[in-house]
Nanobody, 128 residues
Framework: QVQLVESGGGLVQAGGSLRLSCAAS????????MGWFRQTPGKAREFVAT????????YYADSVKGRFTISRDNAKNTVYLQMNSLKPEDTAVYYC?????????????????????WGQGTQVTVSS
């Protein structure tokens, strides 16, 4: 059974940093895309970042470019999201996702429906 388990969320002041981790089990995703989304109550799930397994190429939402960095350790089957210069508007539940056949276009990478596996989410709260 495939599982994605996020960790590292919490409460931080604006301007601070957090590092999220997502450990995968049940399947190796070294050649697949793994990404992060976030969601706030009443809003649709929002794309944050994706990293491709085969190329290591990364893609970011405009709202997080320059502040967030996605990376992966294929030996540990784990993906990370380093979040710096956090803002109150970054407050959300952050979800890890893995996609087996995602075409490398912004439209495909940003669509939650394109991802096959999801974690349970971890809360990130940024206070002002």
């Amino acid at each position: 059974q495939v599982q994605l388990v996020e960790s590292g969320g919490g409460l931080v002041q604006a301007g601070g940093s957090l590092r999220l981790s997502c450990a995968a089990s049940g399947r190796t995703f070294s050649r697949d895309a793994m990404g992060w989304f976030r969601q706030t109550p009443g809003k649709a799930r929002e794309f944050v970042a994706t990293i491709y397994g085969s190329s290591g190429r990364t893609y970011y939402a405009d709202s997080v470019k320059g502040r967030f960095t996605i990376s992966r350790d294929n030996a540990k089957n784990t993906v990370y999201l380093q979040m710096n210069s956090l803002k109150p508007e970054d407050t959300a539940v952050y979800y890890c996702a893995a996609g087996l056949n995602i075409y490398p276009t912004p439209q495909a990478m940003g669509a939650p429906v394109a991802y096959d596996y999801w974690g349970q989410g971890t809360q990130v709260t940024v206070s002002s």
